[in-house]
């Protein structure tokens, strides 16, 4: 019969190919129980529905199942995304909310928050719980977006998100008047910014996107100084001013201790629907200069493309419209990427914890 000790053994052979290490090291294997000739356990997903995952679980399946005192292998997928550890329910966490997400650019035009709201449905198409909050108080987009018209409620214990397209979503948007210009000082968007993130019960999510107004100003100050942000994600257009305006946003994070988990470039080509080709619109290589030079990932490149734009205006995110289209598997490889890379951070950041093992 074998014990826990050595079913723990076979299962430090598998290695998880998208991290290059062994699924126990990585501290995925979870409920581990040997009754007789019997094995369980879980596998915790690194992401949820991250594409390996499920070759990983028959993996290690396998690997119980060829020793011979073992007669069955009863082991089933735990999607769950990996919890920042600098949160976790400490200072500058949000009760319920896993990761935070700033979505930033350094200037406007560069599709920011269509790049975000996408995002958004893409990762919850993958199994993740994801909100959505337009920090965004100079021009607040989400809510056309989203096709989110109405205005939130007041809930228990503060005020609950608008649910559009299954996703809770607060803006700035819905408390200013479209007649209404927002002039305000540091103090109240600091005041804003504690409001819309202390005071709105966002319930259980894997990840809160947060979709900036673009540059470098008291918004993305407050937001650094009073959350712990898992990472922030940066929208570029291919074109050099866009890089280099992108790069200021870069250098802010850096100087606010901020990580970098990615950049994202926005309408990178278009592609004609009646050829094929490619035009590189905008320039080429955008993403790839700001990831070589600050050594950040690129999270993956999106087409410019007029549905996009249609669909934007119409309340109906492309990635919900047509999850088909090039663009749409764009966000989608976005998200997938980001996911991997949040859960890597997560990771490093929880050091020597990730070796060990529940039984």
């Known amino acids: ?34 009754s007789g000739a019997a094995v369980s356990f879980e596998l915790q997903s690194v992401v949820p529905g991250g594409g390996s995952e499920e070759d990983v679980l028959q993996s290690a399946k396998a690997a119980v199942g060829a020793v011979d005192s073992v007669a069955g292998v009863a082991a089933e997928l735990s999607p769950q ?38 995002l958004a449905v893409a990762l919850s198409q993958t199994g993740a719980k994801v909100g959505i909050l337009d920090a965004d108080v100079y021009g607040p987009s989400i809510p056309h977006i989203m096709g989110a018209a109405s205005a939130p409620q007041r ?31 540091g103090p109240m968007l600091a005041k804003m910014v504690e409001q819309l993130t202390n005071q709105v019960e966002w319930g259980e999510l894997d990840y809160l996107l947060v979709d900036l107004p673009p540059g470098t100003g008291d918004v993305q100050l407050s937001l650094c100084q009073r959350l712990a942000l898992t990472g922030a994600v940066i929208v570029t257009t ?33 592609e ?25 990932p690129v999270l993956g490149n999106v087409p410019l493309a007029t549905v996009v734009r249609e669909t934007s205006d ?33 990771m490093k950041a929880e050091g020597e914890e990730l070796v060990k093992i529940d039984f």
């Open 1 to 34: 019969m074998a014990s826990q000790q050595e079913i723990q053994k076979i299962l430090g052979t598998v290695i998880h190919p998208d991290y290059g290490k062994d699924v126990v090291s990585l501290g995925l294997v979870r409920g581990l129980k040997v």
């Open 81 to 118: 995304a990996r919890v920042n550890p600098a949160g976790a329910g400490g200072k500058g966490s949000i009760p319920g909310v896993k990761n935070i997400v700033p979505v930033a650019s350094g200037k406007g035009g560069v599709g920011k928050s269509t790049v975000a709201a996408n």
């Open 155 to 185: 809930g228990g214990r503060g005020i609950m998100p608008l649910i559009a397209h299954d996703l809770p979503i607060i803006s700035t948007g819905f408390f200013i008047r479209q007649d209404q210009a927002v002039v305000w000082r």
């Open 238 to 270: 291919p074109q050099p001013m866009a890089v280099n305006v992108a790069e200021k946003a870069i250098i802010m994070f850096k100087q606010l201790k901020t990580p970098l988990l990615g950049v994202v470039e926005n309408m990178s080509f278009y």
């Open 272 to 296: 004609s629907r009646a050829t094929g080709e490619r035009e590189y619109i905008f320039g080429a290589g955008g993403a790839e200069t700001l990831g070589r030079r600050w050594k950040i």
């Open 314 to 346: 119409g309340g109906m995110p492309i990635v919900l419209y047509d999850p088909e289209a090039p663009a749409s598997k764009g966000f989608l490889e976005v998200a997938k990427q980001l996911a991997v890379e949040v859960a890597m951070h997560n």
